[in-house]
């Protein structure tokens, strides 16, 4: 959808459209640096290589905001993006009258760039159109600054909201105990268990433990921004548990939430959310771990509902059962071929045209492997019953060879490599 009234016919400057003539970031970078960073305090603090990545980053995201308006696109992801930039200048002590003052130099340099490349005689709309997305810039750059701002504020005084979190988490929470920390206690709230996959590549001498504080800070203020201070939370470097008020949160808006938080933590995450009274999320905790934890066995991201994946906690628990539904596979061990077909036969939900598509062979192909599976196993892959039967075996099977992978090696995110097909 487009982003407020600017969505119109793409204008050219000097022959070409405005988004082609913005000036690299490295150009703003390199003057941002020189001018308000080399010679200040802050260089001293924070070592010169990580101040330039730090910069470009946030000049990059700039300049994809610019871009976006002047095409008339969505700019939520760069606002974000600046808005955690600006945080991070914020936690490092850089006064906000100082930010504001070397984002607006930046703007103006964009600017500048911009409507030196006009023609006098031809280009007094693209001139216009450049005037008019600035104007709107500035006033998101300065929403934005405020933003980060306040979020670095609220993290500053959050140790009292922490502190009910995890006594919620724990079960020993009370109302007097969360009154005389400044929060009142909702009578129900949705647990949303977020687990961090693997962070996106950094700088080589950027410290671990930095990024973890960076990812624990920018999660931490989506949720600010997303209720304020409505939501509880517990943040590790690992994982977070967020508990929200039940009318405080839209289960409808989940899914954006985690592409929210993703692009906060600046990599892949696994999330889940059950709902439980503030007296009972401690009994809760166990089953959303629970289930990410199948997520990490089946090597699936993204958000999955509890009742999406009520057959694989099940399956997941200790007992006799889920081993005798894995030993129904047994007999394929010795046909490697037919177990990898029915892996992509369950995977695209039985669709056998689909399967003959994913493994990119002959549909009649499908047809005589699934029957020999049917042979075999005794379970018939094209009947509802044995489909069943033969995904409950799967389950089973990929999760206790996935524990047994992990032990093995010591590395969960590696573990079932075909645990998609569930």
């Given at each position: 959808?487009?982003?407020?009234?600017?969505?119109?016919?793409?204008?050219?400057?000097?022959?070409?459209?405005?988004?082609?003539?913005?000036?690299?970031?490295?150009?703003?970078?390199?003057?941002i640096m020189s001018r308000?960073?080399?010679?200040?305090?802050?260089?001293?603090?924070?070592?010169?290589?990580?101040?330039?990545?730090?910069?470009?980053?946030?000049?990059?995201?700039?300049?994809?905001?610019?871009?976006?308006?002047?095409?008339?696109?969505?700019?939520?992801?760069?606002?974000?993006?600046?808005?955690?930039?600006?945080?991070?200048?914020?936690?490092?002590?850089?006064?906000?009258?100082?930010?504001?003052?070397?984002?607006?130099?930046?703007?103006?340099?964009?600017?500048?760039?911009?409507?030196?490349?006009?023609?006098?005689?031809?280009?007094?709309?693209?001139?216009?159109?450049?005037?008019?997305?600035?104007?709107?810039?500035?006033?998101?750059?300065?929403?934005?600054?405020?933003?980060?701002?306040?979020?670095?504020?609220?993290?500053?005084?959050?140790?009292?909201?922490?502190?009910?979190?995890?006594?919620?988490?724990?079960?020993?929470?009370?109302?007097?105990?969360?009154?005389?920390?400044?929060?009142?206690?909702?009578?129900?709230?949705?647990?949303?268990?977020v687990a961090f996959v693997?962070?996106?590549?950094?700088?080589?001498?950027?410290?671990?433990?930095?990024?973890?504080?960076?990812?624990?800070?920018?999660?931490?203020?989506?949720?600010?921004?997303?209720?304020?201070?409505?939501?509880?939370?517990?943040?590790?470097?690992?994982?977070?548990?967020?508990?929200?008020?039940?009318?405080?949160?839209?289960?409808?808006?989940?899914?954006?939430?985690?592409?929210?938080?993703?692009?906060?933590?600046?990599?892949?995450?696994?999330?889940?959310?059950?709902?439980?009274?503030?007296?009972?999320?401690?009994?809760?905790?166990?089953?959303?771990?629970?289930?990410?934890?199948?997520?990490?066995?089946?090597?699936?991201?993204?958000?999955?509902?509890?009742?999406?994946?009520?057959?694989?906690?099940?399956?997941?628990?200790?007992?006799?059962?889920?081993?005798?539904?894995?030993?129904?596979?047994?007999?394929?061990?010795?046909?490697?071929?037919?177990?990898?077909?029915?892996?992509?036969?369950?995977?695209?939900?039985?669709?056998?045209?689909?399967?003959?598509?994913?493994?990119?062979?002959?549909?009649?192909?499908?047809?005589?492997r699934l029957n020999k599976?049917?042979?075999?196993?005794?379970?018939?892959?094209?009947?509802?019953?044995?489909?069943?039967?033969?995904?409950?075996?799967?389950?089973?099977?990929?999760?206790?060879?996935?524990?047994?992978?992990?032990?093995?090696?010591?590395?969960?995110?590696?573990?079932?490599?075909?645990?998609?097909?569930?």
């Amino acid at each position: 959808m487009p982003n407020s009234a600017l969505s119109a016919p793409i204008v050219t400057m000097a022959g070409r459209p405005l988004v082609d003539c913005l000036p690299a970031a490295s150009t703003i970078s390199g003057k941002i640096m020189s001018r308000y960073l080399v010679d200040s305090a802050l260089s001293g603090r924070v070592p010169l290589a990580t101040l330039r990545r730090d910069v470009t980053a946030t000049v990059k995201a700039c300049l994809e905001l610019a871009a976006r308006l002047l095409a008339g696109e969505d700019a939520a992801k760069p606002l974000a993006e600046v808005r955690f930039g600006v945080m991070e200048w914020a936690h490092q002590g850089v006064l906000i009258d100082s930010m504001h003052t070397a984002v607006h130099t930046a703007t103006r340099m964009v600017f500048d760039h911009l409507t030196a490349q006009a023609e006098p005689a031809a280009d007094h709309r693209a001139v216009a159109r450049v005037t008019q997305v600035f104007v709107e810039l500035t006033s998101r750059l300065a929403t934005v600054i405020s933003q980060a701002y306040t979020s670095e504020m609220r993290a500053a005084g959050s140790d009292a909201a922490d502190a009910v979190a995890a006594a919620l988490i724990a079960g020993n929470a009370t109302p007097a105990m969360a009154r005389a920390r400044g929060v009142r206690l909702a009578e129900s709230y949705v647990v949303f268990a977020v687990a961090f996959v693997a962070h996106n590549e950094e700088q080589p001498l950027l410290d671990r433990q930095i990024i973890s504080r960076r990812t624990i800070r920018r999660v931490r203020a989506e949720v600010s921004h997303q209720w304020a201070d409505h939501a509880l939370m517990q943040i590790g470097a690992d994982s977070a548990t967020l508990l929200i008020p039940q009318d405080h949160f839209d289960p409808a808006g989940a899914e954006r939430l985690v592409e929210h938080l993703a692009v906060a933590a600046q990599t892949r995450i696994r999330a889940t959310f059950v709902s439980a009274r503030a007296d009972g999320i401690s009994e809760e905790i166990e089953r959303v771990r629970a289930v990410l934890d199948i997520m990490r066995r089946l090597r699936r991201d993204g958000l999955e509902r509890f009742e999406d994946l009520s057959l694989e906690y099940q399956l997941s628990r200790p007992g006799a059962v889920g081993r005798h539904l894995a030993a129904a596979l047994d007999s394929l061990d010795k046909h490697p071929v037919l177990l990898e077909t029915l892996k992509a036969h369950l995977a695209t939900r039985s669709t056998r045209v689909r399967t003959a598509h994913v493994l990119h062979i002959h549909p009649n192909t499908v047809d005589y492997r699934l029957n020999k599976i049917a042979e075999i196993t005794g379970l018939d892959p094209m009947h509802s019953d044995g489909v069943w039967r033969l995904r409950s075996a799967l389950v089973a099977r990929m999760i206790g060879v996935a524990d047994q992978e992990s032990a093995n090696r010591g590395d969960p995110e590696q573990t079932a490599p075909a645990a998609q097909a569930c």
